[in-house]
T-cell receptor
């Protein structure tokens, strides 16, 4: 058990809909990262928050947004869903963030949320 | 060309064999992660390296920063080692991870 909790584990929805994925980081971890794993693209970094602020952005679509709340949990919002958004969405947490060129924080991954868009 | 290349893509071994998975990268990094993903989908971080070598049980990871290359070794492989092993590099001075495409390992009894 990594200590990172993601909900829901599975989600089936229709094209055009909006969903919210939730992540609770390990106790004490300040950084939350979101990743997408699809069959054709593999694992991709989406976005990172550190202590409530956006720190880094990857290949995140404009239809997707995220935030980290004061209690450090994070939500990833996916809207106007398309078939191609079907994927596993992982959250990971770390105590540190990149500073001065080095991020020494080990990553702890959640079990993932499997999204199926029909 | 991908920024992170892994080889081989697929690997089959008999129980007890010594296994090596390789990872090469072409970008400046501050650290490299080796991850394990079982068929159920969950990802576990095995190692985070910025230099040298680390060992945990039967797993050994090495990195050569000058050559931009890392290896993951499994000694005395076991069927429970069957999983996808993913190399991921942390871009220098960022929190962005770039992932390799993974190596699917199957260990037969």
């Amino acid at each position: 058990d990594s200590g990172v909790t993601q909900t829901p584990k599975h989600l089936i929805t229709a094209t055009g809909q909006r969903v919210t994925l939730r992540c609770s980081p390990r106790s004490g971890d300040l950084s939350v990262y979101w990743y997408q794993q699809s069959l054709d693209q593999g694992l991709q970094f989406l976005i990172q928050y550190y202590n409530g602020e956006e720190r880094a952005k990857g290949n995140i679509l404009e239809r997707f947004s995220a935030q980290q709340f004061p209690d450090l949990h994070s939500e990833l919002n996916l809207s106007s869903l398309e078939l191609g958004d079907s994927a596993l969405y992982f959250c990971a947490s770390s105590y540190f963030h990149a500073s001065g060129g080095t991020n020494t924080g080990e990553l702890f991954f959640g079990e993932g949320s499997r999204l199926t868009v029909l | 060309k991908n920024e992170v290349e892994q080889s081989p893509q697929n690997l089959t071994a008999q129980e007890g064999e010594f296994i090596t998975i390789n990872c090469s990268y072409s970008v400046g990094i501050s650290a490299l992660h080796w991850l394990q993903q079982h068929p159920g989908g969950g990802i576990v971080s095995l190692f985070m390296l910025s230099s040298g070598k680390k060992k945990h049980g039967r797993l050994i990871a090495t990195i050569n920063i000058q050559e931009k290359h890392s290896s993951l070794h499994i000694t005395a492989s076991h069927p429970r080692d069957s999983a996808v092993y993913i190399c991921a590099v942390l871009l220098y001075n960022t929190d962005k991870l770039i992932f390799g495409t993974g190596t699917r390992l199957q260990v037969f009894p």
